[in-house]
């Protein structure tokens, strides 16, 4: 059973910014639920093999894309978290931002809400941010 902030932690990384399926795979067996669902925006997508193909899509979108947590995950009674995160090219301006919210059961993810926060901050390139990677 692993800590909701590890969880975090990997959705964000292993996850969405993995770019080779079959290890995105074997870590969405570690870590999310076999009916696990991920709403975002532009869709909702059912089923821990939905997510791992959806994930792939938006990693295909934006290959060279590195998300990086802006701050430490919050946890709310090892049920319920959040991360921000910004997400671009190494070095460069951030592309856009967000926050990941997450619940989880029995150690592993059930659900996961992305919410676009808009446009980070210009002043700061990816490179001076805190990434926990």
């Given at each position: 059973?692993?800590?909701?902030a590890?969880?975090?932690?990997?959705?964000?990384?292993?996850i969405?910014?993995?770019?080779d399926?079959?290890?995105?795979?074997?870590?969405?067996?570690?870590?999310?639920?076999?009916?696990?669902?991920?709403?975002?925006?532009?869709?909702?997508y059912?089923?821990?093999?939905?997510?791992?193909?959806?994930?792939?899509?938006?990693?295909?979108?934006?290959?060279?894309f590195?998300?990086?947590?802006?701050?430490?995950?919050?946890?709310?009674?090892?049920q319920?978290?959040?991360?921000?995160?910004?997400?671009?090219?190494?070095?460069?301006?951030?592309?856009?931002?967000?926050?990941?919210?997450?619940?989880?059961?029995?150690?592993?993810?059930?659900?996961?809400?992305?919410?676009?926060?808009?446009?980070?901050?210009?002043?700061?390139?990816?490179?001076k941010?805190r990434?926990?990677?």
């Open positions: 059973m692993a800590d909701i590890t969880l975090l932690e990997r959705n964000l990384h292993e969405f910014g993995e770019g399926s079959a290890l995105r795979l074997e870590v969405a067996k570690e870590i999310l639920h076999e009916d696990a669902v991920f709403i975002e925006p532009h869709g909702m059912r089923g821990r093999d939905e997510i791992v193909r959806i994930a792939g899509v938006i990693r295909e979108m934006h290959p060279t590195r998300y990086t947590p802006i701050g430490a995950a919050e946890v709310l009674h090892e319920a978290g959040r991360v921000r995160w910004v997400a671009g090219v190494p070095g460069e301006v951030p592309a856009y931002a967000g926050t990941d919210f997450i619940i989880a059961r029995e150690g592993k993810i059930a659900a996961i809400y992305l919410f676009f926060d808009g446009q980070p901050d210009p002043t700061q390139p990816m490179a941010r990434d926990i990677a």
